[in-house]
């Protein structure tokens, strides 16, 4: 059964009547309360949320939780929830036999090349380095 069809039929069971019908459908609900609903409307969910509307405002369903008992707390842990990195040990035979390889060397070596080629086409740095040539820092 389709969502329309339930609101009609639910307005026909509890003897609600239509107070007028423009441009939107207006009930008077037995309970003294008001029910409004578009004759056009723009969602295509809207008669399935008029209709659990309609049910609360007759009353079929409640409009709030039933209060029972709490669920227990959940133990804070004392550092917080953010997780802690921790960074792994060094293998110190690895680092011991990169340096005696000298590979540690060549690459420095090969990045310190580079950063000086990168000083010598910066106008920024040449300036710099004449201005500290000048005063002898």
Known sequence: MRAIDKITELFR??????KRHKRHEVWNLPNGRVFTRP???????ADEN???????ELGLTKRTA???ERRKRK???KRGNSPTFRAAP?????????VASGSVEYVLRGRIAELEAQMRRC???????????????
Do not use: E
């Open 13 to 18: 069971q509890h003897g609600c009547t239509l």
């Open 39 to 45: 004759k056009t409307p723009s969602d295509h969910r």
């Open 50 to 56: 008029n209709l659990s509307d309609l049910k609360r």
């Open 66 to 68: 039933t209060i029972g």
């Open 75 to 77: 133990a804070k842990s």
């Open 90 to 98: 060094i293998n110190t035979t690895l680092a011991d036999q990169l």
């Open 123 to 137: 106008w920024g740095c040449r300036i710099r380095q004449v201005f500290r040539n000048t005063l002898d820092i």
